[in-house]
């Protein structure tokens, strides 16, 4: 029987890597998987996790989502000639006060998670179209549904992600192409490693005491969350698979059911005030009150 083709980009560890691993390691043999990576350097994890084995369900391209030309050349790589499964999940956060973030740094945050998920898309999009199905799976988060604070350039990015997928699923249907974002909570990646954080004067800007001290509360809240509710990769993969196997997949999934988006109180009131009070209250909540300074 011929494979089903996924294409999944950020594959050097994390989600991308497992959602791979798990693929091209499927009992049936239904999938051909090409993991992608931008530094090829970084392939010994993904191949120790398939210890060698796999070498007709798994193929490793080079493919940095914000450089065009590696982008269209993977897609020259792929033997089939076509990809039935297109995974955008490559992504990279920012956190820290925003007058401290400089402009490079930014933009390459969006550059990254926006910009190169929808070129990325736009590159596989013609051959889902002539070939008259395919679906497009993207990693999205509660930061691009909600808000939040010392992260307003990383909930840009995915918030932007958000529209670009909605916008597009309503056309997709007329070609049988489905869209879904996995909604993330905190997974137990490199993702907090990898993130950039933002080095204090870096924009030339100075951050004042109580900003500072604000955001080590959301640190420590963060850390909390990350103790209590935090998934592991697999846990993600399952819901993947759940996506890749439905007949009618659905356009959002959620991943943790403990940690769903705050998104009622956004619509409760018209002045929108209500989501920003009840998560104001729920990271700097009274016990640990910020002195003023
Ligand atoms: N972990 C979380 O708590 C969490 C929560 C919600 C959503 N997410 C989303 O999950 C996705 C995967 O992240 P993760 O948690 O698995 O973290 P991760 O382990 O840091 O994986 C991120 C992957 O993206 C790759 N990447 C970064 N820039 C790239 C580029 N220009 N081109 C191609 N690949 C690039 C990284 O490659 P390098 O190794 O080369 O950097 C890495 O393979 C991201 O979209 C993230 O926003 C994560």
């Known amino acids: ?44 994890r993904l191949l120790d996790c398939v210890k060698g084995l796999h070498k007709d369900t798994l193929d490793i391209l080079q493919m940095d989502v914000t450089d065009q030309r590696s982008v269209l050349d993977a897609r020259q790589r792929v033997g089939e000639k076509r990809v039935d499964i297109l995974v955008c999940n490559a992504g990279v956060g920012l956190m820290g006060p925003l007058e401290a973030q400089s402009l490079d740094t930014m933009r390459q945050i ?36 909600q808000g939040l ?24 249907q007329h070609f049988n192409i489905h869209v879904s ?26 951050v004042d ?39 009618s997949p659905a356009f959002r999934y959620y991943t943790n059911s403990a940690l769903l988006p705050i998104t009622s109180p956004k619509t409760a009131a018209s002045d929108g005030l209500q989501y920003i009070k009840t998560m104001s209250k729920i990271i700097f909540s009274t016990n640990n009150k910020v002195e003023q300074k």
């Open 1 to 44: 029987m011929e494979k089903t083709v996924v294409l999944i980009t950020g594959c050097s560890s994390g989600i991308g890597l497992s959602l791979a691993v798990r693929l091209a390691s499927d009992p049936a043999k239904t999938y051909k998987v090409y993991a992608t990576m931008r530094n090829l350097a970084k392939k010994e």
């Open 110 to 145: 969006l550059e990254v998670n926006l910009l190169g998920t929808i070129s990325t898309i736009q590159a596989f999009l013609p051959g889902m179209k002539t070939q008259g199905h395919g679906r497009i799976l993207v990693t999205g988060s509660l930061g691009g549904l």
């Open 149 to 172: 604070p010392f992260n307003e350039v990383y909930c840009a990015s995915k918030f932007a992600v958000e529209g670009v997928c909605e916008s597009l699923a309503i056309l997709l």
């Open 181 to 206: 974002l996995i909604e993330c909570g905190p997974v137990n990646t490199n993702f907090l490693d990898n993130l950039q954080a933002a080095e204090p004067g870096s924009s030339g800007e100075q």
């Open 209 to 247: 005491a109580r900003t500072q001290s604000l955001y080590e509360m959301y640190l420590q809240h963060c850390g909390t969350v990350f103790q209590n509710a935090a998934q592991d990769t697999d846990d993600i993969v399952k819901i993947y698979l759940e996506a890749i196997q439905s007949a």
